[in-house]
């Protein structure tokens, strides 16, 4: 029986204890870094092992494939794609423009791994810009305002459909106030409940409708002073399932993250204990791994429904796309705005 959880994996092709581990606790998916990524040829024979190991033709495999500087897949074998920001500098200047382009490089993202056998893109970031944004998250938003990144979100994620690969969006309920990096500590939000529901949660609640989500390594003291969001119950049922009114499959952030305390067992136990539908751990490590599987449920009940109306939403892209011509008007698109890494 599938669990629920999402599992990374340490290298270019599985290991004998990987295989053995994968066929044992059964996954739900696998998510790759810049460390199981060599050549289109290896990842594609990474994702077909994977989904033989496990017995589902279907199983996802994931990516964080945004552009700038959190691309896993990198040129020059991979093209090249901007930050969300350069989407957010071209809709400033042209509403249009910006989002044309932000379909059509999702688009054509969606036809790199999709060739591969990736298909799904932990992509789009729907976090509001401020000032203090910390660097880890920073040009990685469209923009500071709120209409803007929701618009350019949900456009992104139809071009990631439109090519047969299902979205992820997150960090929700917004990471843009963190002034900390959640890979390293645990960012505390003190702005107000008002603020936080009218700026930060407003671009997933515009897309609510997404079909997978993931959650932020928070702690937003207006609403849960005692746990970050990934954790806590009352963000997950209050905000992201009431406020927000999303109801597709919510996993967490990578719960290897030093954001959250306790073993990995532990913090897999008190994600899923929160409301958290699926546990995200990415590094490849064989013991957090087992820590993880350990305190993880089977996949069932209404977690299981979600995940499987997730996955329903992807289909195979329409033919007659012109990859090369659809390139062209992208660069072209692009070129009006300076775009930094």
Known sequence: MTKAFISGCAGLELTDDERAFFRAEDPFGLILFGRNCQSPEQIAALSAEFRAVVGRADAPVLIDQEGGRVMRLKPPLWPNYPSGRGYGLLYELDQAAGLRAAFLGARLIAGDLLAIGITMDCLPVLDVLYPETVAAIGNRSYGPDPEMVAALGMVAAEGLLAGGVLPVMKHIPGHGR??????????????????????????????????????????????????????????????????????????????????????????????????????????????????????????????????????????????????????AEFDALMARVEVTA
């Not at 008002?194 to 409708?209: G, M, W």
């Not at 002073?225 to 109801?247: C, K, N, V, Y």
């Open 178 to 327: 963190a002034k900390v990096d959640s890979h390293l500590d645990l960012p505390r939000i003190t702005a107000s409940l008002e603020d936080i529901l009218a700026r930060d949660v407003a671009p997933f609640r515009a897309y609510s409708k997404a079909p997978f989500g993931m959650t932020a390594h928070l702690l937003y003291e207006a609403i849960d002073p005692s746990a970050p969001a990934t954790q806590s119950p009352l963000i997950i049922e209050r905000i992201i399932r009431g406020e927000i009114g999303f109801d597709g499959a919510l996993m967490s952030d990578d719960l290897s993250m030093q954001a959250l305390g306790g073993s990995l067992g532990e913090r897999a136990e008190k994600a899923h204990a929160a409301g958290v539908d699926l546990a995200l751990h990415c590094n490849g490590d064989m013991d957090e791994m087992r820590q993880v599987a350990a305190a993880t449920p089977e996949l069932s009940g209404r977690a299981l429904e979600r995940c499987l109306a997730g996955l329903a939403q992807r289909q195979d892209p329409a033919p007659g796309f012109d990859t090369k011509a659809a390139r």
